[in-house]
């Protein structure tokens, strides 16, 4: 188990304060012991013996040396009074000692118990700025880097953090909005050109008789263009869920599906597939948009690599425990395990690249739009070939 920031400076300042109070207690025990040997309160006592006595009419004369023991261990006494009265001393000078050090520990132990508690309170609170900047870190996405952390504190460390924090809040949004710019920059731009390679290839085939060389480039180039606005395409839906900038709303993935399908299906029975249906109600937060473009490249997929006839594919859509899934599978040539993985790499086409025609990102577009909502994809090869994927999103709560 890896011990947290917080835990460390509990112990730090729980193991300072009892440092601290064990030499406390120690030097006050040091101290009471050394103030009440009987040589330091030699004078002191026989004065106030001398003074006991003279009120019972007693006159002696003491003095401290007198009153001292001079005794030990199989040393005689010169008084017997004297002795006595040291031995007395002694029991209650080490009863006192006893005492006080029973409730020093005591009270250390109490102050232990309160010190570790007041360290992990102080640590939290001393830790509060790292937490406020951690919850705003994991709140921030492409979309929200506008927002920045209030520094109205004092200029020490936290609000040097903060700064920091701040500015490179600044810089990334910047780098964003200037990514932004230019993929809707380079989209115009290269959408003209294109246009006019469109519009020539068609009057050339709208011409009445067309030399057969220039039908075939004609063709050739209406292909091209028709592979580079579909890529443009990819690209701009690829930018559009990297950079977050999707407006989420309620939407039903049944119904997105069916409209799909029914867009998809002519091309599939010219193919000689069939295409079939099976959804339920399946609502989610999300962006229209990329998920219908989601739902789109998984069935488009499905059709283009059933590269033989009599094939099929099905999508089929359906709420469990509270997330709605998208699975479409398809018949179509054997792929290995060891490969799935692959597919989902931008401008990777699987074993099948020669065979069929493709820019390599249906499926990384499908992983990068589940990911941005919540979602994620599994792909499985089918048992009788093809593939089977899907994709679960976070349902409507």
Request: glycine content about 6%; proline content about 5%; hydrophobic content about 45%.
């Amino acid at each position: 188990m890896k011990i947290t920031i917080r835990v460390r400076l509990t112990a730090l300042f729980a193991a300072l304060f009892l440092i601290l109070a064990a030499v406390l207690v120690g030097t006050s025990y040091a101290f009471v012991a050394r103030a009440t040997t009987p040589q330091a309160q030699a004078e002191e006592r026989a004065s106030v013996l001398q003074k006991a006595l003279a009120d019972q009419g007693i006159q002696v004369n003491l003095r401290p040396s007198d009153w001292q023991y001079q005794g030990g261990p199989g040393v005689p006494s010169r008084d017997p009074v004297a002795q006595a009265l040291h031995e007395i001393e002694n029991q209650a000078r080490a009863n006192v000692l006893e005492d006080l050090l029973k409730r020093s520990v005591l009270a250390f132990a109490i102050s232990a118990v309160i010190a570790v508690g007041l360290a992990y309170w102080l640590a939290g609170r001393v830790l509060r700025p790292i937490d406020e900047i951690a919850r705003a870190a994991n709140s921030l996405s492409e979309s929200t880097l506008d927002r920045r952390l209030s520094n109205d504190g004092p200029a020490d460390e936290f609000g040097r953090l903060k700064t920091a924090f701040n500015g490179m809040l600044a810089r990334l949004e910047g780098a964003f909005e200037s990514r932004q710019r230019f993929a809707s920059d380079a989209s115009h731009e290269l959408r003209t050109p294109l246009a006019v390679m469109q519009a020539s290839a068609d009057n050339v085939l709208a011409s009445a008789r067309p030399p057969k060389q220039a039908r075939e480039l004609a063709e050739e180039v209406q292909r091209q263009v028709s592979r580079s606005d579909s890529l443009m395409d990819s690209l701009l839906t690829l930018s559009r869920a990297d950079d977050v900038t999707h407006t989420r709303e309620r939407v039903d993935l049944a119904d997105i599906a069916a409209r799909v399908v029914t867009e998809k299906e002519p091309r599939a029975t010219a193919a000689g597939i069939r295409l079939e249906l099976d959804v339920e109600d399946a609502p989610v937060w999300a962006d229209p948009i990329l998920m219908e473009r989601m739902i789109a490249n998984l069935i488009e997929n499905a059709v283009r690599y059933n590269v033989e006839r009599d094939g099929w594919v099905t999508c089929t859509v359906r709420t469990v425990d509270g997330a709605a899934t998208i699975e479409v599978a398809n018949s179509g040539p054997a792929v290995e395990p060891a490969d799935v993985e692959a597919l989902f790499e931008r401008f990777r086409r699987g074993a099948q690249r020669s065979e069929v025609s493709g820019h390599g990102l249906g499926l990384p577009i499908v992983s990068r739009v589940a990911d941005v909502h919540g979602g994620k994809v599994v792909a499985i090869p089918g048992p009788e070939g093809g593939l089977m994927v899907t994709v679960t999103i976070p349902g409507v709560a």
